[in-house]
């Protein structure tokens, strides 16, 4: 199905929009639904909208609709609503809760309503419930459907459970122990079970849960805890240590990911965006940060005009000004690009934080002098002018000190204050370092041509 750069290959893709224009169904659930459901979401992405609604109408029941969970937001509300609410209702019913939820949750009230109510009443209450927890907590991520068992049962008994039940999660690595109102005791791994006799009871061989999520935790925060901890998974509890989820790997590993573009994305002041969006959608989500900069760009514009008479007696400055600028927002990049992905993995804290902030300083001051010294050179000779050369250097080394600082103290500054660094930093730190940049090269250059 791919090339060898992971792309779905071209003969491929036609030999499947072949099928959906003869409208061959037979190739479709052959080919297709041989497909691992990320596969399938590679290639829902890959077809044309027409295409999609096509395909999705020919595969019927055969239909992986777990694939809708790989696809892009716009991409899947686009299908799902192409789709009777019977026909969304019954898919809904094969997924696992998780997904299901990832599915649901992007839809209107009026149509999510509308596709529970056909829902049997248990499947319906617990998918409600999962609804209401916040927006990208642990209890939205989560799974319903889990193996707990009573601390008085044998090894013997939860192992005849397991094989007798149908209604178990298809995959699952632990075993949770709980009390007659679902308050979590304890966990069992499945390799501890099945090295124990058959007549160890169950509370004698767990171990304590001692890293259950909360319900109304961050999803960003939960994900850090498998990390930190080496988790394969982890119970999801309610206010009251009652047991309501489970939360796995595999969805860490998608919270990882979702927030890392999320951080990349908010970082070049693009929000949510994705490919799948349309013309409008995309300008509009670019609009705000891009007039945040316009009205940045003329405080800059600004500090230029303050020092117009010196650029039209020496219009070198003119020329070099935008190097000592643009040096210093790129290095403002560098140190807040670092700075947000320290807070983001909470590698950066109170604790080490005036560490990390006098070694971005001496950064800074080294890169500062380097570069100060090759551009003084070149500034000097390019214009035969030594005095210009001197005044360039001192202003590059002042900016990139400012832009070292900037760049780490403005995303502190906003963490502290509850704010989003990833989405507020960059337009800031530019603005720092072009005002910095364009006041101490010009107002150096005033002074020092004045005194001659």
């Given at each position: 199905?791919?090339?060898?750069?992971?792309?779905?290959?071209s003969?491929?893709?036609?030999?499947?929009g072949?099928?959906?224009?003869?409208?061959?169904?037979l190739?479709?659930?052959r080919?297709?639904?041989?497909?691992?459901?990320?596969?399938?979401?590679?290639?829902?992405?890959?077809?044309?909208?027409?295409?999609?609604h096509?395909?999705?109408?020919?595969?019927?029941?055969?239909?992986?609709?777990?694939?809708?969970?790989?696809?892009?937001?716009?991409?899947?509300?686009?299908i799902?609503e192409?789709?009777?609410?019977?026909q969304?209702?019954?898919?809904?019913?094969?997924?696992?809760?998780?997904?299901?939820?990832?599915?649901?949750e992007?839809?209107?009230?009026?149509?999510?309503?509308?596709?529970?109510?056909?829902l049997?009443?248990?499947?319906?209450i617990?998918?409600?419930?999962?609804?209401?927890?916040?927006?990208?907590?642990?209890?939205?991520?989560?799974?319903?459907?889990?193996?707990?068992?009573?601390?008085?049962?044998?090894?013997g008994q939860?192992?005849?459970?397991?094989?007798?039940?149908?209604?178990?999660?298809?995959?699952?690595?632990?075993?949770?122990?709980?009390?007659?109102?679902?308050?979590?005791?304890?966990?069992?791994?499945l390799?501890?079970?099945?090295?124990?006799?058959?007549?160890?009871?169950?509370?004698?061989?767990?171990?304590?849960?001692?890293?259950a999520?909360?319900?109304?935790?961050?999803q960003?925060?939960?994900?850090?805890?498998?990390e930190?901890?080496?988790?394969l998974?982890?119970?999801?509890?309610?206010e009251?240590?009652?047991?309501?989820?489970?939360?796995?790997?595999?969805?860490?590993?998608?919270?990882?990911?979702?927030?890392?573009?999320?951080?990349?994305?908010?970082?070049?002041?693009?929000g949510?965006?994705?490919?799948?969006?349309?013309?409008?959608?995309?300008?509009?989500?670019?609009?705000?940060?891009?007039?945040?900069?316009?009205?940045?760009?003329?405080?800059?514009?600004?500090?230029?005009?303050?020092?117009?008479?010196?650029?039209?007696?020496?219009?070198?400055?003119a020329?070099?000004?935008?190097?000592?600028?643009?040096m210093?927002?790129?290095?403002?990049?560098?140190?807040?690009?670092?700075?947000?992905?320290?807070?983001?993995?909470?590698?950066?804290?109170?604790?080490?934080a005036?560490?990390?902030?006098r070694?971005?300083?001496?950064v800074?001051?080294l890169?500062?002098?380097?570069?100060?010294?090759?551009?003084g050179?070149?500034?000097?000779?390019?214009?035969?002018?030594?005095?210009?050369?001197?005044?360039?250097?001192?202003?590059?080394?002042?900016n990139?000190?400012?832009?070292?600082?900037?760049?780490?103290?403005i995303?502190?500054?906003?963490?502290?204050?509850?704010?989003?660094?990833?989405?507020?930093?960059?337009?800031?730190v530019?603005?720092?370092?072009?005002?910095?940049?364009?006041?101490?090269?010009l107002?150096?250059?005033?002074?020092?041509f004045?005194?001659?």
């Open positions: 199905m791919y090339d060898d750069s992971g792309v779905v290959r003969a491929f893709l036609a030999h499947i072949a099928a959906i224009a003869d409208r061959d169904t190739t479709l659930r080919d297709v639904g041989a497909l691992h459901e990320s596969e399938v979401g590679d290639l829902l992405e890959a077809l044309l909208p027409e295409q999609r096509a395909l999705v109408e020919l595969m019927g029941k055969d239909f992986d609709f777990s694939a809708l969970t790989e696809v892009d937001e716009a991409i899947r509300l686009d799902v192409s789709m009777p609410d019977d969304i209702a019954q898919a809904v019913q094969e997924l696992d809760s998780d997904d299901a939820v990832y599915i649901l992007d839809l209107d009230d009026e149509d999510r309503e509308a596709i529970l109510a056909r049997p009443f248990t499947e319906r617990r998918l409600r419930r999962a609804l209401d927890y916040p927006d990208e907590s642990a209890g939205r991520r989560m799974q319903t459907e889990f193996v707990a068992v009573p601390p008085f049962w044998t090894v939860t192992i005849d459970y397991m094989r007798e039940d149908r209604n178990l999660p298809d995959t699952f690595s632990q075993i949770f122990v709980i009390d007659p109102t679902f308050r979590l005791l304890g966990a069992v791994d390799n501890r079970i099945l090295r124990t006799q058959r007549g160890v009871k169950i509370e004698d061989i767990m171990h304590e849960t001692r890293h999520i909360p319900v109304t935790m961050d960003e925060d939960a994900a850090h805890e498998f930190q901890y080496d988790l998974s982890a119970a999801v509890v309610d009251n240590e009652r047991l309501v989820g489970v939360l796995t790997i595999d969805d860490v590993v998608d919270v990882i990911q979702q927030e890392a573009e999320e951080d990349l994305m908010r970082l070049g002041g693009v949510d965006e994705e490919l799948s969006d349309t013309v409008l959608a995309a300008a509009r989500s670019r609009v705000p940060w891009l007039m945040v900069n316009l009205v940045m760009a003329f405080l800059a514009a600004s500090v230029i005009g303050l020092f117009d008479a010196t650029i039209q007696e020496i219009v070198a400055l020329i070099l000004m935008p190097i000592v600028a643009g210093g927002g790129n290095a403002g990049s560098q140190t807040m690009t670092v700075t947000v992905r320290a807070l983001a993995t909470k590698d950066l804290d109170i604790y080490n005036g560490r990390i902030i070694r971005e300083i001496g800074g001051l890169n500062g002098a380097i570069f100060a010294t090759l551009i050179i070149v500034a000097g000779l390019w214009f035969d002018n030594p005095h210009l050369g001197g005044i360039i250097a001192t202003a590059m080394v002042i990139m000190l400012v832009a070292a600082l900037a760049g780490i103290l995303p502190l500054l906003l963490d502290r204050f509850g704010a989003d660094p990833a989405v507020a930093s960059a337009v800031f530019t603005t720092i370092t072009d005002v910095v940049g364009f006041f101490a090269f107002g150096l250059a005033t002074w020092w004045g005194l001659m």
